[in-house]
């Protein structure tokens, strides 16, 4: 184990190679962390008061509906191509978090990818344990694909906990022999919940937003006391990768996730899949979902955008998406 004065030193010189937003915001973070309660009410309330510090834009269409028994909603911002379709997940370690805390980033996402976004509002833990969210994610899926609208124009995307849903939601579908669909984006995803080492470790004193205890409180209320940490449904890590579509996988280089992102990019690519990793410097967890006045969330966005614009660059099919709200 390195001295602490090495792991001070290490982090000074990785704070002069980010702008000094995200170094206030990291700052901020540190803050917030320390006055939010180890607890799931603590953590509810404190994403909730993260999101109402950043108002949605008054052109983001917000539309309910009823993704399959699943309650979800449709963001869209003007201008986009009703063909393109983004599914996504949204995070909170499976126990907070929701559709409505995510709309300002996924406004920017439909804003920059052209396309519409379902925002899947799955049930949470611990009131709902595994497999509620596992259920809630395929479900809502399948709704999409019951619809008879072609798998080809959707790309499937969580961040967080809703990495994990995404990448879990791929692997049923194909083991399920359903359509997939084109790409897969996870940011800062949980794939290895039997993984107590490396980066999760390692990273904690540099982690600004995340920490092993946030990872603990997770890992019980979602899965309790059952031996299944390396059940592929909780832990995709441990899953046959073969066969998937592209990942764009993003995460910080200073969260306490970082190994289990970059080793499930390895082991995708090991698996034949096409996977694009992009690593943040000086990034934490699910940098791209803060205020864009941070260069380093701008340039995040951008990475997502050019990974998803050859995807939806497309000839459009003749369907009318809108039928299906």
Known sequence: MKPESDVRALQVEALELVSTALQNTIRLLRNWRGHTKVTVQGIREGMDSLAAGMPVPKDVKVETVDAGGVPAEWISTPGVNQHNIIIHYHGGGFVAGS???????????????????????????????????????????????????????????????????????????????????????????????????????????????????????????????????????????????????????????????????????????????????DVIEGGFHCLALFPPIIPEVKQAMRKITMFVTPFFSRKNLDIDFRKII
Do not use: C
């Not at 980066?199 to 409180?217: H, N, V, W, Y």
């Not at 592209?246 to 090991?270: H, M, R």
């Open 99 to 277: 559709a409505k805390n995510t709309r300002v980033y996924l406004g920017r996402l439909s804003r920059a990818s052209k396309a519409r976004v379902l925002s899947v509002d799955y049930r949470l833990a611990p009131e709902h344990p595994y497999p509620a969210a596992v259920d809630d994610a395929f479900e809502a899926y399948k709704w999409f694909l019951s619809k008879k609208l072609p798998s080809s124009r959707i790309i499937i995307e969580g961040e967080s906990a809703g990495g994990n849903l995404a990448a879990v939601t791929l692997i049923k579908a194909r083991d399920a022999k359903l359509p997939l669909p084109l790409a897969a984006i996870l940011i800062s995803p949980p794939m290895n919940f039997a993984e107590r080492g490396g980066s999760f470790i390692s990273k904690t004193a540099e982690d600004p937003f995340l920490s092993p205890r946030f990872g603990d409180l997770f890992r019980t209320s979602y899965i309790g006391t059952a031996d299944i940490h390396r059940d592929p449904m909780v832990s995709p890590i441990y899953a046959d990768l073969t066969g998937l579509p592209p990942f764009f996988i993003q995460v910080g280089s200073a969260e306490i996730l970082l190994d289990q992102s970059t080793y499930f990019a390895a082991k995708a690519k090991n698996a034949g899949v096409k996977v694009e990793l």
